[in-house]
């Protein structure tokens, strides 16, 4: 029996050393396209599906490099090595520039990302010679000091460059339309003048090599690095610790037709990809894929939608593509099966999926009973002035039964409401708050209910809110702001987060709000909705970038991911889901624990919602109190003076909202 016991607690310590801890980031990049392969000694540097990773030929290990953990920015364009200086140089599509050593080392060169110039900064090729790299751009060649990791020298000549070459003290620089500039190393390059047009220049001066490409793409091609197959995240949801998502893609205009890329991260961070072949098998388009839902009664059993109607998957395997010949669902143009529109989709607790169809004027709501029996639940209410919507999205069941969605487009943006029990749906197209100002909206892009049981309305101009108490009175509701007070001495107040383009929205376990920007990065907004407590953009922060198209909390360990329009990451957030009204002692643990010489937040987990925590010391003294967002706290490991606590032994006791049940656990300090 000790042994038992041991076992358990050995594999529990085991597992809470691969907890991240609260506060930290990670990338989520796909390597899955190889593009570029250039061979460094024994190290094969690869560019793949525009990120990195470093291959050792001798130990056969692999290295990914990304933004959290080494990278400036994101969306690799090209990469070379220098011999010479023996470091690699990483040009990213926004002409930002790292040069990275062999350890995996690396320094930022922003000065031609950062410099304000009309002119295209686009590189085209690089071309290194001793320790300069040679950069052709749309506007003539930066001359990058690989040794010194600056630039040298930049040669404004006015064309668009696409390659360089160094040959006898002279540098010769090819422009798209084929004509050869060259120039004496000798003279002083920085001045035009210095350059001339020459003809009859040998084409293979120009001629790349690659010979690494050749010699290691089979090498490469057998490689598996960690990773998603696809960087597109349109569309997320958090699922029993399982991520799933897919590419999205419709809805945005600057990046129509993307692939399905239908995927899952399991809880260990392993992915899997649904298969691809699906056009093959049904000769109809397999892109587009906008929203994902799985059985609530079988966890294998799953359904993808978007532009090309429905498919159902069973254990990753490919079982049906739902359209106009073999299901009541219409298509927006008549008899093509390639534009059957199902931009939204849920399941219901009896196991009946709920689909929305857009564009039709003969069905938009539509459900598939588990026994595969179709019913029409069509509604008159989501007809504009005799038009079809056009995007309906984002359905859901609330705590009450009833089914919200949204219809996110320009023409009629729209919030609507079915309620399944009367057999009735509302459509709400203006959006007047309580001081009856009515607010310019184009998209409305989410919906959804908080822990207290109000509803979340993420428009192109900011967020509203619908209280529990209006939703009895149904369709007289009203679209509330919450009012922040500026707190300056004034009776002044601010609309919450008015006139932000949001995309999304997300409650964790702390009924706090996450909301998710196109261009301005995430918010956390506090339970009580009167403070900002994070707002993380790309200059403060690892996020890949400030556009983020989905999110998704894993309740059962706070993190938040931020699918964004470079790809996904995460941030370890401090709150999580819990379904306790009381807290059990055995259920409550803390990490890092212990704590040897760290800094970092120390995460309680395993608290009941709202919990009064107090952590004290071996003789009972008081250092640090607080109450839990959901089921999680964090400590920073000082005193109430913000003094780093000795080391010892400190207990976290814990007691319910109501103060009637109490649980405990230490928690030791190692300075």
Same mark, same amino acid.
């Given at each position: 029996?000790?042994?038992?016991?041991?076992?358990?607690?050995?594999?529990?310590?085991?597992?809470?050393?691969?907890?991240?801890?609260?506060?930290?980031?990670?990338?989520?990049?796909?390597?899955?396209?190889?593009?570029?392969?250039?061979?460094?000694?024994?190290?094969?540097?690869?560019?793949?599906?525009?990120?990195?990773?470093?291959?050792?030929?001798?130990?056969?290990?692999?290295?990914?490099?990304?933004?959290?953990?080494?990278?400036?920015?994101?969306?690799?364009?090209?990469?070379?090595?220098?011999?010479?200086?023996?470091?690699?140089?990483?040009?990213?599509?926004?002409?930002?520039?790292?040069?990275?050593?062999?350890?995996? &080392?690396?320094?930022?060169? #922003?000065?031609?990302?950062?410099? %304000? =110039?009309? +002119? $295209?900064?686009?590189?085209?090729? *690089?071309?290194?010679?001793?320790?300069?790299?040679?950069?052709?751009?749309?506007?003539?060649?930066?001359?990058?000091?690989?040794?010194?990791?600056?630039?040298?020298?930049?040669?404004?000549?006015?064309?668009?460059?696409?390659?360089?070459?160094?040959?006898?003290?002279?540098?010769?620089?090819?422009?798209?339309?084929?004509?050869?500039?060259?120039?004496?190393?000798?003279?002083?390059?920085?001045?035009?003048?210095?350059?001339?047009?020459?003809?009859?220049?040998?084409?293979?001066?120009?001629?790349?090599?690659?010979?690494?490409?050749?010699?290691?793409?089979?090498?490469?091609?057998?490689?598996?690095?960690?990773?998603?197959?696809?960087?597109?995240?349109?569309?997320?949801?958090?699922? &029993?610790?399982?991520?799933? #998502?897919?590419?999205?893609?419709? %809805? =945005?205009? +600057? $990046?129509?037709?993307?692939?399905? *890329?239908?995927?899952?991260?399991?809880?260990?961070?392993?992915?899997?990809?649904?298969?691809?072949?699906?056009?093959?098998?049904?000769?109809?388009?397999?892109?587009?894929?906008?929203?994902?839902?799985?059985?609530?009664?079988?966890?294998?059993?799953?359904?993808?939608?978007?532009?090309?109607?429905?498919?159902?998957?069973?254990?990753?395997?490919?079982?049906?593509?739902?359209?106009?010949?073999?299901?009541?669902?219409?298509?927006?143009?008549?008899?093509?099966?390639?534009?059957?529109?199902?931009?939204?989709?849920?399941?219901?607790?009896?196991?009946?999926?709920?689909?929305?169809?857009?564009?039709?004027?003969?069905?938009?709501?539509?459900?598939?009973?588990?026994?595969?029996?179709?019913?029409?639940?069509?509604?008159?209410?989501?007809?504009?002035?005799?038009?079809?919507?056009?995007?309906?999205?984002?359905?859901?069941?609330?705590?009450?039964?009833?089914?919200?969605?949204?219809?996110?487009?320009?023409?009629?943006?729209?919030?609507?409401?079915?309620?399944?029990?009367?057999?009735?749906?509302?459509?709400?197209?203006?959006?007047?708050?309580?001081?009856?100002?009515?607010?310019?909206?184009?998209?409305?892009?989410?919906?959804?209910?908080?822990?207290?049981?109000?509803?979340?309305?993420?428009?192109?101009?900011?967020?509203?809110?619908?209280?529990?108490?209006?939703?009895?009175?149904?369709?007289?509701?009203?679209?509330?702001?919450?009012?922040?007070?500026?707190?300056?001495?004034?009776?002044?107040?601010?609309?919450?987060?008015?006139?932000?383009?949001?995309?999304?929205?997300?409650?964790?376990?702390?009924?706090?709000?996450?909301?998710?920007?196109?261009?301005?990065?995430?918010?956390?907004?506090?339970?009580?909705?009167?403070?900002?407590?994070?707002?993380?953009?790309?200059?403060?922060?690892?996020?890949?970038?400030?556009?983020?198209?989905?999110?998704?909390?894993?309740?059962?360990?706070?993190?938040?991911?931020?699918?964004?329009?470079?790809?996904?990451?995460?941030?370890?957030?401090?709150?999580?889901?819990?379904?306790?009204?009381?807290?059990?002692?055995?259920?409550?643990?803390?990490?890092?624990?212990?704590?040897?010489?760290?800094?970092?937040?120390?995460?309680?987990?395993?608290?009941?919602?709202?919990?009064?925590?107090?952590?004290?010391?071996?003789?009972?003294?008081?250092?640090?109190?607080?109450?839990?967002?959901?089921?999680?706290?964090?400590?920073?490991?000082?005193?109430?003076?913000?003094?780093?606590?000795?080391?010892?032994?400190?207990?976290?006791?814990?007691?319910?909202?109501?103060?009637?049940?109490?649980?405990?656990?230490?928690?030791?300090?190692?300075?």
């Amino acid at each position: 029996m000790k042994r038992t016991r041991l076992s358990i607690l050995f594999f529990f310590l085991g597992a809470l050393s691969l907890l991240a801890q609260t506060g930290t980031w990670r990338a989520y990049m796909s390597y899955h396209e190889p593009q570029q392969i250039v061979k460094a000694g024994n190290t094969l540097f690869v560019r793949a599906s525009n990120n990195l990773y470093q291959y050792n030929l001798d130990d056969q290990s692999i290295t990914t490099f990304d933004k959290v953990n080494a990278l400036n920015d994101t969306r690799i364009h090209l990469i070379a090595w220098n011999s010479a200086a023996a470091r690699l140089i990483i040009v990213y599509d926004n002409s930002n520039i790292d040069v990275m050593d062999i350890k995996g &080392n690396v320094t930022n060169i #922003s000065a031609l990302y950062a410099k %304000s =110039m009309t +002119q $295209d900064k686009t590189v085209n090729s *690089a071309t290194s010679d001793d320790v300069y790299t040679y950069l052709a751009t749309g506007f003539g060649v930066v001359k990058v000091n690989m040794q010194r990791a600056e630039i040298a020298e930049t040669y404004m000549l006015g064309e668009n460059i696409s390659q360089v070459a160094v040959s006898q003290g002279s540098i010769y620089a090819k422009t798209k339309s084929g004509i050869v500039l060259a120039g004496q190393m000798s003279n002083n390059l920085i001045d035009n003048h210095n350059w001339q047009r020459v003809a009859g220049v040998d084409n293979q001066l120009f001629q790349q090599d690659n010979s690494d490409w050749e010699n290691y793409l089979s090498t490469v091609n057998s490689l598996r690095p960690d990773g998603p197959n696809y960087n597109y995240f349109g569309f997320m949801k958090v699922i &029993n610790q399982q991520l799933y #998502s897919c590419g999205g893609g419709y %809805s =945005m205009v +600057q $990046d129509l037709l993307r692939p399905a *890329a239908l995927q899952r991260m399991d809880e260990e961070k392993n992915w899997t990809c649904y298969p691809e072949n699906i056009e093959e098998l049904t000769g109809h388009t397999y892109k587009d894929l906008n929203t994902v839902a799985v059985d609530p009664l079988n966890a294998q059993h799953l359904f993808a939608a978007g532009r090309t109607g429905l498919y159902e998957f069973q254990d990753t395997s490919f079982v049906q593509h739902y359209n106009i010949d073999n299901s009541p669902l219409q298509t927006a143009i008549t008899d093509n099966k390639n534009y059957v529109i199902l931009q939204g989709i849920c399941f219901d607790a009896q196991g009946s999926l709920w689909c929305l169809n857009a564009f039709s004027d003969k069905v938009n709501i539509m459900e598939l009973k588990p026994d595969g029996q179709w019913t029409s639940h069509f509604q008159q209410a989501l007809i504009a002035d005799g038009n079809a919507l056009r995007h309906l999205t984002k359905p859901f069941f609330d705590s009450r039964g009833l089914l919200w969605f949204l219809n996110d487009f320009h023409e009629y943006p729209s919030v609507c409401c079915y309620n399944v029990a009367t057999n009735q749906a509302y459509r709400w197209g203006e959006i007047i708050n309580q001081d009856g100002v009515k607010t310019d909206i184009h998209y409305i892009h989410d919906i959804v209910e908080d822990k207290e049981h109000n509803i979340w309305v993420g428009t192109n101009n900011g967020l509203f809110v619908i209280y529990e108490s209006d939703l009895a009175n149904l369709p007289d509701i009203t679209f509330n702001q919450v009012k922040v007070p500026r707190n300056d001495g004034t009776n002044y107040a601010d609309y919450l987060l008015s006139g932000v383009d949001i995309s999304g929205i997300a409650i964790d376990g702390g009924n706090r709000k996450w909301v998710i920007t196109n261009g301005n990065g995430a918010y956390l907004i506090s339970a009580d909705n009167m403070e900002q407590l994070l707002h993380f953009t790309t200059d403060n922060s690892p996020l890949l970038s400030n556009s983020i198209e989905s999110i998704a909390i894993n309740g059962e360990t706070g993190e938040v991911f931020l699918g964004t329009s470079n790809g996904l990451c995460s941030y370890m957030g401090d709150a999580t889901d819990t379904t306790m009204d009381e807290a059990d002692s055995d259920d409550i643990y803390a990490y890092p624990n212990p704590a040897v010489n760290y800094s970092g937040l120390i995460t309680i987990h395993g608290l009941s919602y709202d919990a009064d925590v107090k952590i004290v010391t071996a003789s009972g003294k008081l250092i640090a109190q607080g109450r839990s967002n959901g089921g999680t706290f964090t400590w920073n490991g000082r005193d109430r003076q913000g003094r780093r606590v000795a080391s010892g032994v400190y207990t976290a006791l814990t007691t319910t909202h109501d103060g009637k049940k109490s649980g405990a656990c230490r928690i030791a300090i190692v300075n």
